[in-house]
């Protein structure tokens, strides 16, 4: 049986929007995973030193920080708060120019910046199973969504 012309179009616009829902659901977690991982990956020439927490609120963890060789003296920095994060606890960071806030690096601190492409990953990974019925995709985004997560979590 041969589909209408207008049967044609419907399904060519199904296709069309779950592909750019599926597109924005990358772009936004890469977007919002580079806000951060941008400090770790391109991190040379910026301030590194070593910051043990001895406080957290809501959202931040506090405490003294000690600069390597290279870097300036400060006498205290922000980490964004995380699961992880616990007072005693000592982790490499480097300074975000022109703050006070420090991002974690190093191998858990690679992984907790992309966290959030991570997540991206598992929502496309639906939409482009369910939406655009390409199965074997999406079980490859899903599961490398999944596995940047779980290693986040161990690497935490």
Wanted: charged share 15%.
């Amino acid at each position: 049986m041969k589909r209408s012309s207008p049967h044609r179009a419907i399904l060519f616009g199904r296709l069309a929007a779950m592909g750019l829902v599926a597109l924005l659901l990358l772009v936004a977690g890469a977007w919002s995973s580079w806000n951060t991982a941008h400090h770790v990956v391109l991190s040379k020439g910026r301030e590194h030193g070593t910051l043990t927490v001895t406080g957290c609120g809501e959202e931040w963890c506090t405490g003294p920080y000690e600069p390597d060789a290279k870097s300036p003296d400060r006498s205290r920095l922000t980490v964004e708060k995380s699961v992880a994060a616990k007072k005693g606890d000592r982790f490499p960071v480097v300074v975000k120019p022109g703050t006070d806030a420090a991002v974690r690096v190093g191998t858990a601190g690679f992984l907790h910046a992309w966290m959030p492409l991570g997540g991206s990953l598992l929502l496309a990974a639906l939409v482009i199973g369910g939406g655009l019925r390409l199965s074997r995709t999406a079980w490859g985004f899903g599961t490398a969504g999944a596995v940047l997560l779980v290693a986040t979590f161990v690497a935490l």
